[in-house]
């Protein structure tokens, strides 16, 4: 698991507090920090045997990773400066924190949850399946299923710049790119690459202005891709700043639209999230070849 620590949560997982279940995920999984991080940490534990054995161990497995505050978006700037720190190791951590529920006050949580940010109290046992490390989730679409959106908001809301790719983009996956859109902060950047292939296939014009009149406060640019592009790129994706990849194995039209009951019919497939940036890239051509956008890959996807 990916995801950051705030420094309560230590102090009860090495104190003896913390639901033991809880720990055991914890102390094993990659923790985010920054050097205000591991400065609380060692203030608050830094004599503490067995936070020190732990610490020892995790650094010398590369599982404390030392992110820069500089790099997080311009929506984590409105965060309470004391927790600041710690919203933005999460971000770069699978937008995961452990933390002590009873010292976070309500707006915190609040203000946490606003950015798609997912706490977990140390002292409660987790439930369900534990994302794990790269890809930090996996969602398995059934046919006839009714998963919408949501599951994937909270990659989409911090973010100042997105980029999604589909070569065949219909109905369907025009209302993901609205609901995208819908989603972004006013004056972020929506890039849509697509093709003009097929009867079904919205045309580039089509899904720029459906976009735009989903979000009139969003920059949104829609292109098609060059030929060789199209031929040599199978997967489809969306790409949430520098730090998120969306690999759709079956295009963005998956969740499919609303049946009469107002529920999303969807197809079967896989949606993989992962965290980048990693040491390949995924160059974007337009359709006359010109270099318009680059992603990063996930190092250990590839």
């Known amino acids: 698991m990916r995801c950051a620590a705030h420094v309560d949560a230590l102090v009860s997982v090495f104190t003896g507090t913390a639901n033991p279940l809880t720990a055991g995920v914890i102390t094993s999984s990659k923790i985010g920090t920054t050097s205000k991080i591991l400065a609380d940490y060692t203030a608050a534990l830094g004599k503490n045997p067995l936070y020190q054995a732990w610490m020892a161990a995790a650094q010398s497995a590369n599982r404390i990773v030392p992110h820069n505050i500089v790099g997080a978006p311009n929506s984590l700037s409105a965060i309470s400066i004391d927790i600041r720190d710690y919203v933005a190791a999460s971000y770069f951590s699978g937008s995961n924190i452990s933390v002590d529920e009873k010292s976070f006050e309500a707006t915190e949580k609040s203000a946490l949850s606003n950015l798609g940010i997912s ?18 989730a996996t969602i398995n679409l059934d046919n006839n299923g009714t998963v919408d959106f949501d599951i994937l908001t909270r990659y989409i809301i ?13 109905t369907a996956g ?33 899904i720029a202005a459906a976009a735009k009149k989903s979000n009139a406060h969003v920059i949104v640019e829609c292109n098609e891709v060059s030929t060789m592009f199209r031929q040599q790129t199978h997967d489809r994706y969306m790409f949430c700043g520098n730090r998120i990849q969306v690999v759709f194995s079956a295009g963005i039209g998956v969740f499919g639209i609303k049946n009469s009951a107002g529920q999303r019919v969807n197809k079967e497939s896989k949606i993989s999230v992962y965290e980048v940036p990693g040491t390949r890239t995924l160059k974007i051509e337009d359709v006359a070849g010109n270099l318009v956008e680059v992603c990063c890959l996930p190092a250990d996807k590839y």
């Open 174 to 206: 025009l209302e993901f790119v609205c609901h995208v859109a819908k989603t972004l902060r006013p004056s972020s950047h929506l890039k849509v690459f697509t093709t003009s292939l097929g009867k079904t296939c919205k045309r580039a014009n089509a």
């Open 119 to 136: 706490m977990f109290d140390v002292n409660v046992a987790l439930s369900g399946h534990i994302p794990g490390d790269n890809p930090i």
């Open 158 to 170: 911090p973010e100042d710049h997105v980029v999604i790719y589909d070569k065949y983009i219909d």
